[in-house]
């Protein structure tokens, strides 16, 4: 009897074992290698092959059209005239101004969104000229995310051309507003009637997978007081001073960096106050920027920039704002680090020989707004690039034409089989 009674723990602990293993491994992806030998796929890679300096150029033309946040209506034309060219079933532009181009597939099919943003950071850039050296191009822009406009428009048309008939249905959208907290797509999913089952953003940097949405927080603090010339400013509150000693107890606070899951990170990125030398400033602030990967931790990291920015007002004797934003919250769908669409998307960069790919749930892409809509969500990067967000932005020719038939690659995937829900 003692045998039985040691057998069934130990038997248990096996089959436990066993389906915990099994569980682990996740979804399992959609992607073969096989795929890329298939007629439709080499007629597509061929395609593009063909056209390669003819991509080239259309990059440079849409980089050298200024589109800063809230002004993006000249990039915004030429993007639905091409939809348009290209044959796609429906297209328009939507009350934010959004181009939307769809690609109808069957009636039982699923509803996916490809998504590329029109904005760029660059406010009052109205003169743009690409430079090309070797394997990169030079200029405001050309990576985020023009080059992924550029995918966009090169995916649909490679579709048409090489006869694709999809199963899902395709929303193109080229979108306003993403540098600006992600308006266009936030207003899109917003006033649509449709369902969606899967987002891509293309967006971000080629072999970097973002399996969630990063948390924002922060805002602007602004300390008040009286004020006085200097000759009377002996014990006068000093908002000046309350920064200074805010500024240093929020940067001797400490942020998770591990684990990756818990990241949070802090900068105070403007500071301002006074208005001469020779008195004592009546208003003073500082803007705090914080972001986290969790929810939890970034409203402990707010709460303890809010709680010292009320205790040194109090001990300098001067009054305090404090403007803290909670709105753009960390997301993460329950199993989305193993979900099928981001073991296809590895398999694909493998297959491509994308180099320094990462996965991590710190999106900060149109897919977070997905997630927050409970969308299966995450972003498909569009080059390798430097200096992104600033005036010397550098993309490589090469990573375009790999970014190009990863989302090609992944959407051959998703037609030729599709996980039905249990």
């Known amino acids: 009897m003692r045998k039985y009674i040691l057998f069934i723990p130990v038997a248990t602990f096996i089959i436990c074992l066993f389906v915990f293993n099994l569980n682990s491994r996740g979804e399992e992806s959609l992607f073969s290698p096989k795929f890329v030998s298939s007629p439709l796929v080499q007629k597509?890679?061929?395609?593009?092959?063909?056209?390669?300096?003819?991509?080239?150029?259309?990059?440079?033309?849409?980089?050298?059209?200024?589109?800063?946040?809230?002004?993006?209506?000249?990039?915004?034309?030429?993007?639905?005239?091409?939809?348009?060219?290209?044959?796609?079933?429906?297209?328009?532009?939507?009350?934010?101004?959004?181009?939307v181009g769809i690609l109808k597939g069957e009636s039982g099919g699923k509803n996916i969104i490809l998504s590329a943003h029109m904005d760029t950071v660059f406010?009052?850039?109205?003169?743009?000229?690409?430079?090309?050296?070797?394997?990169?191009?030079?200029?405001?822009?050309?990576?985020?995310?023009?080059?992924?406009?550029?995918?966009?428009?090169?995916?649909?048309?490679?579709?048409?051309q090489s006869g694709f008939k999809p199963v899902h249905t395709y929303y193109f959208l080229g979108t306003v507003g993403e540098e600006v907290a992600l308006v266009g797509m936030r207003d899109f999913l917003e006033r649509t009637a449709e369902d969606f089952d899967i987002l891509l953003a293309l967006d971000g940097d080629l072999g970097k997978v973002h399996y969630g949405a990063l948390g924002f927080g922060g805002g602007k603090i602004i300390f008040r007081g009286p004020g006085a010339h200097t000759m009377q400013s002996r014990g006068v509150p000093s908002p000046n001073l309350a920064v200074a000693k805010a500024l240093e107890r929020i940067y001797a606070l400490e942020l998770p960096s591990q684990p990756i899951d818990k990241w949070t990170i802090l900068n105070v990125g403007q500071?301002?106050?006074?208005?001469?030398?020779?008195?004592?400033?009546?208003?003073?602030?500082f803007t705090v920027d914080l972001r986290s990967a969790?929810?939890?931790e970034l409203e402990h990291a707010q709460a303890r920039?809010?709680?010292?920015?009320?205790?040194?007002?109090?001990?300098?004797?001067?009054?305090?704002?404090?403007?803290?934003?909670?709105?753009?919250r960390a997301y993460r769908l329950?199993?989305?680090?193993?979900?099928?669409?981001?073991?296809?998307?590895l398999d694909i960069l493998e297959f491509?020989?994308?180099?320094?790919?990462?996965?991590?749930?710190?999106?900060?892409?149109?897919?977070?707004?997905?997630?927050a809509k409970g969308i299966l969500s995450l972003n498909l990067g569009?080059?390798?690039?430097?200096?992104?967000?600033?005036?010397?932005?550098?993309?490589e020719i090469d990573g375009l034409f790999l970014a190009l038939k990863q989302i090609l690659l992944m959407i051959y995937s998703l037609e030729q089989k599709y996980p039905q829900a249990p």
């Open 334 to 345: 329950p199993g989305g680090k193993s979900s099928f669409l981001v073991q296809t998307t």
């Open 123 to 160: 406010q009052g850039v109205w003169e743009i000229k690409v430079k090309r050296e070797g394997n990169r191009l030079k200029a405001p822009g050309i990576g985020d995310d023009t080059a992924n406009l550029i995918n966009m428009l090169w995916s649909l048309r490679t579709l048409k």
């Open 44 to 99: 597509i890679f061929s395609f593009i092959e063909m056209n390669e300096e003819t991509i080239i150029k259309e990059w440079i033309y849409l980089t050298e059209m200024p589109a800063p946040s809230g002004h993006e209506e000249t990039r915004a034309e030429y993007l639905k005239k091409e939809f348009k060219a290209a044959g796609l079933d429906r297209t328009y532009l939507d009350a934010s101004g959004n181009v």
């Open 305 to 328: 920039v809010y709680r010292i920015c009320q205790e040194v007002a109090s001990e300098v004797g001067v009054e305090v704002e404090i403007e803290l934003d909670d709105t753009a």
């Open 271 to 285: 500071i301002g106050g006074g208005r001469v030398r020779n008195a004592v400033s009546q208003e003073s602030f």
């Open 294 to 296: 969790d929810q939890k």
């Open 352 to 371: 491509l020989k994308v180099r320094d790919v990462e996965v991590n749930p710190l999106g900060s892409t149109e897919a977070n707004a997905g997630l």
């Open 382 to 395: 569009r080059t390798y690039g430097r200096y992104k967000h600033s005036l010397r932005e550098e993309a």
